[in-house]
């Protein structure tokens, strides 16, 4: 049985992102980043039809971009540079921890902040009545 770390080697191409994202933005309506991964077939296919008229190209796009595009080998086309991993490296639980205290401390400051927001919107509502009474009434 294999390791996962070892799988997830095999599965990532030799293809980069940062030559497959420039490609596809600016020339993939003419499948410029599938010629590049090595799927031409489709790549011609996608020139003929202008990029699927833009919605095949937009697809693409967003695949590239969130690492889940294939090239012609069913690698997926996940490393931004020929020399960085293929995976991220994890953070440590300290990190992790130290974002959840500072989620926490925002989440905290914004309800605060909308209860003075409300406040506010009463006491102004309060003005606006107290104003539309005519001055003789009171």
Not at 101 to 121: G, H, K, W
Request: charged content about 30%.
């Amino acid at each position: 049985m294999r390791d996962d770390a070892i799988e997830d080697q095999d599965n990532v191409s030799d293809r980069t992102r940062s030559a497959a994202v420039p490609l596809a933005v600016l020339l993939g309506c003419f499948g410029a980043h599938r010629f590049y991964v090595g799927k031409t077939s489709s790549a011609i296919l996608m020139a003929c039809t202008l990029g699927g008229i833009g919605l095949w190209w937009m697809a693409d796009v967003i695949l590239l971009l969130t690492g889940e595009f294939r090239d012609a080998d069913g690698r997926r086309v996940v490393r931004w540079s020929a020399d960085s991993p293929a995976r991220p490296a994890r953070l440590a639980t300290p990190q992790i921890e130290r974002m959840r205290d500072e989620m926490d401390q925002l989440r905290s400051e914004m309800t605060e902040l909308a209860e003075r927001v409300d406040f506010m919107e009463r006491m102004l509502a309060q003005v606006r009545e107290r104003d539309a009474i005519p001055p003789g009434s009171r």
